[in-house]
T-cell receptor
């Protein structure tokens, strides 16, 4: 989940389809993971979190999956809506005081 | 039920001036974090504070940058003698507890250095 610079990967989906956004994290000692949604000109908005003693957690229309073996996190959004269009960041807390953010994925929802 | 508040939302400074960014945490939160975001990139941790204490400043540049969270009033991120490379969005987050408690973010301050 390192920041890769100027161009965010983009996921384009049709309204009503399911979206899957992936994230690879870097530190095997991380024990807490969060997905944030950031709309243009706004701060990151908390979506869902998961702790390392779980491999799946569900919220309203969203599911987070954690695979510690391959250090992979995914966010699934069911029935994607135009209002879901944003940049999505995964973040990990590796037992320290900070969140380490991935590079982000831009989700574009086509009506 | 106010969230994290930051002001100003936009700040323009000329090179060499000082920038002061303010953050009021959510009600009941005593842990404050500052992050910086460059365009099209993720947020980078700068500093973590509790009331009157700097807990972790490992992400702060060694010079020109300082932060405080006084007993009364908002947390302040201060950048002295700004340079063009300081232009970025600066976000504050707060939590009710340390480390694995959820951090909630403010709307950010967009600093532009001319």
């Amino acid at each position: 989940g390192e920041s890769v610079g100027l161009h965010l990967p983009t996921l384009s989906v049709q309204e009503g389809d399911n979206s899957i956004i992936n994230c690879a994290y870097s530190n095997s000692a991380s024990d807490y993971f969060i997905w944030y949604k950031q709309e243009s000109g706004k701060g990151p908005q908390f979506i869902i979190d998961i702790r390392s003693n779980m491999d799946k957690r569900q919220g309203q229309r969203v599911t987070v999956l954690l695979n510690k073996t391959v250090k992979h996190l995914s966010l699934q959004i069911a029935a994607t809506q135009p209002g879901d269009s944003a940049v999505y960041f995964c973040a990990e807390n590796n037992a320290g005081n900070m969140l380490t953010f991935g590079g982000g994925t831009r989700l574009m929802v086509k009506p | 039920n106010a969230g994290v508040m930051q002001n100003p939302r936009h700040l323009v400074r000329r090179r060499g001036q000082e920038a002061r960014l303010r953050c009021s945490p959510m009600k009941g939160h005593s842990h404050v974090y500052w992050y910086r975001q460059l365009p099209e990139e993720g947020l980078k941790f700068m500093v973590y504070l509790q009331k009157e204490n700097i807990i972790d400043e490992s992400g702060m540049p060694k010079e020109r940058f300082s932060a405080e969270f006084p007993k009364e009033g908002p947390s302040i991120l201060r950048i002295q003698q700004v340079v063009r490379g300081d232009s970025a969005a600066y976000f504050c987050a707060s939590s009710s507890g340390p480390t694995t408690d959820t951090q909630y973010f403010g709307p950010g301050t967009r600093l532009t250095v001319l």
